[in-house]
């Protein structure tokens, strides 16, 4: 028997159980996951079953004392034979019990685009899986085939979902989608479609942003700026921190659907159509949030940071927003877009920070100072003129 643990930064403790618990390990296994549970304030308990072989009258005695401490548990990743023993003695009744998810091979799949989280293949000539590269990535899929079916009941064009699967140590999800690519594929294949494709580029993020959500049906995207702002207080001065809450509470408010993170390697064009495959970040909120974030990934950073992040060349991707931005505001005026691209680019320096602070990029030598600097050289320097922006 064998046990480890991984926290998340949503304060999910998940234990993962290897080999088997019967009368002689019982104890020991019991004393380790108490350990284990003890050393976290956790919302939530997740227990990986995946690896367990076998398990004991005395082994449920253990996960009954659990249950008993932690009322939201869950138990994942069962075989046949463990969800078989859990089913016969009631102990699917007392938590919530799901079993082990479909192994796929994607040694022959042809990829079609990478980003920072995971990887998009081709399944089939019907289907397609994102895969995650995380191997604790369990609770964003879940989170996102949940918010993809909400959306699809929206009306909001997206794939929805339908299998969770598991590809060695990573898990993904599987998506029917018959003829369709990346947009970022599409275009490198077809540059001269950019224009028509820049106007569905527009019209679906509208749809999005013209969407309303019930209270409480979706997270705040205000809130959860607040909290990303509040971790940057390790690197920059209390005052620095409050003025980047002024900011953040200078947007207005809005019940309506924020993507959190539209670009052309999250959307897909299906028969002339755009269909949304990355819905793990949806909130809801002012549009400016979505609109602050694509002035991050289309035009603020380096040329190579563009084409990392969005799969085409940066003067591609670049003329896609100007066409992008004439589409979504429905003017062609310079004057107009100008203000409004001053406007957004606020939002993506507030973003650009407190994004940041939780990265694996603050890690490495220099990348704070610099994102911190830039920071204070555009935005906090007139933090009382973009505030007065953001409202016109």
């Not at 064998?2 to 002689?24: C, P, Q, R, W």
């Not at 994607?106 to 293949?121: A, I, N, Q, S």
């Not at 019907?126 to 996102?144: N, P, Q, W």
Request: with cysteine.
């Amino acid at each position: 028997m064998n046990l480890k643990s991984i926290f998340s930064e949503n304060e999910i403790l998940t234990i993962y159980v290897e080999g088997a618990i019967d009368s002689t390990n019982a104890s020991e296994a019991e004393v380790q996951i108490m350990e284990l549970y003890h050393a976290h304030t956790a919302k939530a308990v997740v227990l990986d079953v995946e690896e367990l072989k076998y398990i004991s009258s005395s082994g449920l005695r253990v996960l009954l004392k659990l249950r008993k401490l932690e009322q939201n548990l869950e138990l994942v990743n069962a075989s046949s034979e463990i969800y078989e023993i859990l089913e016969m003695t009631g102990f699917t009744e007392l938590f919530p019990v799901s079993k082990a998810y479909r192994r796929i091979n994607l040694d022959d799949c042809k990829e079609l685009g990478t980003g920072g989280h995971g990887k998009v293949l081709r399944l089939n000539g019907d289907t397609i899986v994102k895969l995650y590269y995380a191997g604790d990535s369990l609770e964003v899929i879940k989170r996102e085939q949940n918010y993809a079916k909400k959306a699809f009941v929206m009306g909001i064009p997206t794939a929805i979902p339908f299998d969770i699967v598991k590809c060695d140590d990573m898990y993904g999800l599987v998506f029917e989608l018959v003829d369709a690519d990346i947009i970022s594929n599409y275009l490198n294949d077809h540059p001269d479609q950019l224009a028509e494709v820049a106007k569905k580029y527009a019209q679906t993020l509208k749809q999005l942003h013209t969407t309303h959500v019930a209270k409480d049906a979706l997270s705040s995207t205000k809130e959860l700026y607040r909290s990303r702002i509040e971790g940057l207080r390790a690197y920059m001065t209390d005052e620095e921190v409050d003025t980047l809450h002024r900011i953040n509470d200078a947007i207005p408010e809005s019940d309506t659907v924020v993507h959190g993170d539209y670009h052309p390697k999250n959307i897909m064009i299906q028969n002339g159509e755009l269909v949304l495959i990355d819905m793990a970040d949806l909130t809801t909120g002012h549009p400016l949030y979505d609109l602050g974030s694509m002035a991050l990934t289309h035009q603020l950073p380096t040329d190579e940071r563009i084409s990392m992040i969005t799969g085409m060349k940066a003067e591609e991707v670049r003329k896609l927003w100007k066409l992008f931005l004439v589409n979504y505001l429905e003017t062609d005026d310079p004057h107009a877009i100008e203000l409004f691209a001053r406007k957004i680019s606020v939002v993506g320096l507030m973003k650009m920070a407190s994004t940041m602070a939780f990265s694996e990029g603050a890690r490495l030598p220099g990348v704070m100072e610099r994102v911190i600097g830039n920071v204070r050289q555009n935005l906090l320097v007139n933090a009382d003129q973009m505030i007065k922006l953001l409202s016109m």
